[in-house]
């Protein structure tokens, strides 16, 4: 027997609980979600030491806000219950004289941002859907089957149960398999030629909520606020080889030597992690009753952490236009609603995808008058109030 759904969103993490939340939220919990998640998430191995974290900018938070489940407060008082502030980011060029900080009581905020262990984020959010009523989760359960007509879009999972809505939602991440089953390729626009390493970092000094962000021949090195006395270290470079086989100590005397004694010593290093860099996009974001959000839709290079707070713009827009068309018992999955959500993001996707692409390509070259040109660009910022709030602006996902 087919059950029916208003919405049915493919890809249960992070992205796809924020948007089913919302989804909630702006209907007043009234339409009728289903959330179809592959894997069951075990949070007792994802936490702790080796936990990886995610940035939320302060515009981020401000959306979060406006979220509110049924059982709780907004779903920024929950991020903020275990968040780590970030108060200061710290910009610099290795070896090179030009340097800048951003600061939340210059923009006149309470932080800039925050930072969060993605597993407690996974966990709270997971405790949040199950107490909703209309919204059902299908866990562990994927799609075998997608079969659209004019009028829906049916599904078959693997679990043999079948589904309808008028509107899939494609939050299932990179190379995304319901956009590909609708014809959808994700085009790759750049290989960075690098890979980046993560992992988590015990210090032997407080961090006082600062974030660094230090530009390298290699690629960026950065490391944000993560508890009292331990960092999130995102390090890329062109060939992680040696540094993935070495040895902690080794691992921490070359992480020392790359940033310096700012944070005192670096004292124990988590159980690292290794991604190659490039950006995609999808061709289309979306197509006949489908709607592509988060890492589904784009894919960006880690430098300013901008990549999943440009996906909760995204499903932010997406969950406003689709509340206003229920209320109005509109068709959720019609040609123009998804048009207009398309383009409401384009412009925004573009600049941030040029932008992340352009300080990568800005910061590698070692050409000395490119050099110069940055370090320039850098000293100016420090000494322009109105300029840091302008870059500081872009950051924060407004």
Not at 308 to 324: A, E, I, K, V
Request: charged fraction near 15%; include cysteine; glycine fraction near 8%.
């Amino acid at each position: 027997m087919t059950q029916h759904f208003d919405v049915v969103i493919v890809g249960g993490a992070v992205t796809g609980s924020i948007l089913a939340l919302a989804l909630s939220s702006v209907s007043e919990h009234k339409m009728n979600i289903a959330v179809v998640e592959k894997f069951t998430p075990d949070y007792s191995t994802q936490g702790g030491f080796d936990a990886r974290s995610i940035a939320l900018a302060y515009g981020s938070l401000q959306k979060l806000a406006q979220i509110y489940p049924l059982g709780g407060g907004n779903l920024a008082e929950l991020v903020y219950s275990f968040a780590t502030p970030i108060q200061q980011i710290w910009v610099s060029d290795k070896g090179h004289f030009g340097k800048t900080c951003l600061s939340a009581q210059e923009m006149k905020l309470p932080e800039l941002g925050v930072v969060v262990e993605l597993a407690r984020l996974g966990e709270k959010l997971n405790a949040l859907l199950a107490q909703q009523p209309n919204i059902r989760l299908f866990c562990p359960d994927s799609v075998s089957q997608l079969h659209r007509t004019a009028e829906k879009a049916h599904l078959t999972l693997a679990s043999g149960h079948a589904l309808s809505a008028q509107l899939i939602i494609a939050a299932d991440g990179i190379q995304s398999q319901i956009a590909q089953g609708c014809g959808i390729e994700t085009l790759t626009l750049k290989d960075y030629g690098q890979s980046a390493i993560i992992a988590n970092v015990k210090i032997s000094e407080p961090h006082q909520h600062q974030a660094f962000e230090r530009f390298t021949a290699q690629g960026p090195f950065a490391l944000l606020p993560l508890g009292e006395k331990m960092m999130s270290l995102v390090w890329c470079v062109a060939d992680p080889t040696t540094l993935m086989a070495a040895n902690d100590d080794d691992f921490l005397r070359a992480m020392q030597q790359q940033f310096g004694w700012k944070l005192g010593k670096f004292q124990q290093v988590s159980k690292r992690f290794v991604y190659p860099l490039h950006s995609q996009k999808a061709e289309r974001h979306t197509a006949h009753r489908l709607a592509i959000v988060g890492n589904a839709a784009q894919l960006l290079h880690p430098v300013a952490g901008q990549g999943f707070n440009l996906g909760m713009r995204d499903l932010f827009t997406l969950s406003q236009l689709l509340g206003q068309a229920f209320q109005k018992g509109e068709d959720l999955g019609n040609h123009p609603l998804l048009c207009r959500f398309e383009q409401a993001r384009l412009a925004d996707q573009e600049k941030m995808i040029a932008s992340t692409s352009g300080l990568i390509s800005l910061f590698s070259c070692q050409q000395l008058p490119v050099q110069i040109l940055r370090n320039l660009g850098l000293i100016a910022l420090s000494h322009s109030r109105l300029a840091r709030r302008w870059v500081a602006n872009q950051a924060l996902g407004f």
